[in-house]
């Protein structure tokens, strides 16, 4: 099947979402639903687009009652020019929206009235999205850009620092001026589950990067090579928590700043995975069995 086709059939419904799609239908909002549906829909599509041209594996399209999510199976060693694309790609679907309700409204196809709902709902998610707060597309840029300057490891745990504390903002804003805003709080009751669940997973998503690093595709391409340097008393785990994206490591051993030898990042790797030589000093790794 043609990856675009295959692609389409990886939306799935969240139970919830079908609840409140009856209950709109039955309290009458049916053109509001719509709107929603339409703007989500397009917006995910937008992600899994990017993903399946970059040959992304695509778990499922995930369609939440107040947003959606791509579900894939790359864990942070893709290059990070695609990473920005399949994010970015989603807000911009919203530019493409806005001036396709423009068009239905100048052509008589839509009221007036449809179309201020159409943007109002657009913008909201556009901007919302675009919150610094993970798991929305604002958290995720806010994690890469921190992975050009940190190790993925270092780069994550940030990321979660700083999604809690914009977080805590947005709850403050909230119960500053708008308490009573429902839409608000199942907002942040969503991301806060996201983020205690990833802080919660913190170790199991380190171990995902580490383990595509090691048996990813040998032929992907390696944007560029940096040089760890590591003493020859520093475990092998402690040497892979400075591993970072979109790179590939050299492990340059000293003792007292004199190189002893030189190593492959997979020859840790295989050493951890492998071996299970977990706590084991770089020293060691020299060293016959």
């Not at 239908?25 to 639903?33: D, M």
């Not at 709902?117 to 597309?137: C, E």
């Not at 040089?227 to 475990?235: H, I, M, N, T, Y």
């Not at 340059?252 to 995975?273: C, P, T, W």
Request: hydrophobic share 50%; net charge positive.
């Amino acid at each position: 099947m043609n990856r675009w086709l295959l692609m389409l059939t990886k939306i799935h419904i969240h139970p919830l979402l079908w609840i409140v799609m009856a209950f709109a239908i039955l309290s009458g909002q049916i053109k509001p639903l719509l709107c929603l549906l339409v703007i989500v829909c397009v917006h995910e599509l937008g992600h899994a687009a990017a993903a399946c041209y970059y040959h992304w594996r695509i778990r499922r399209i995930f369609l939440l009652p107040f947003g959606g999510t791509v579900e894939v199976e790359e864990h942070g060693n893709r290059p990070l020019k695609e990473e920005l694309a399949v994010i970015l790609c989603g807000p911009l679907q919203h530019v493409p929206l806005q001036l396709m309700a423009w068009l239905f409204m100048e052509a008589s196809l839509i009221s007036h009235d449809v179309f201020t709902m159409f943007t109002f709902y657009n913008m909201a998610i556009f901007l919302v999205n675009l919150l610094p707060v993970w798991p929305l597309d604002g958290g995720k840029l806010l994690f890469l850009l921190l992975s050009v300057f940190y190790p993925f490891q270092r780069a994550h745990a940030l990321a979660i620092k700083g999604s809690l504390v914009f977080f805590g903002l947005l709850t403050g804003g909230l119960l500053l001026f708008a308490p009573l805003q429902f839409n608000g709080w199942v907002l942040l009751t969503f991301l806060a589950y996201s983020l205690v669940m990833e802080h919660r997973q913190r170790h199991y998503v380190r171990v995902r990067f580490l383990l595509e690093r090691y048996y990813g595709k040998k032929e992907q391409k390696v944007e560029k090579l940096i040089p760890l340097r590591a003493s020859a008393e520093e475990k092998v785990y402690e040497v892979m928590a400075r591993f970072q994206r979109g790179c590939k490591h050299p492990i340059i051993i000293e003792r007292d700043g004199v190189k002893m030898s030189q190593l492959d990042e997979n020859e840790l790797l295989h050493a951890y995975f492998s071996d299970r030589r977990t706590t084991s000093s770089m020293e060691e790794l020299l060293l016959p069995y």
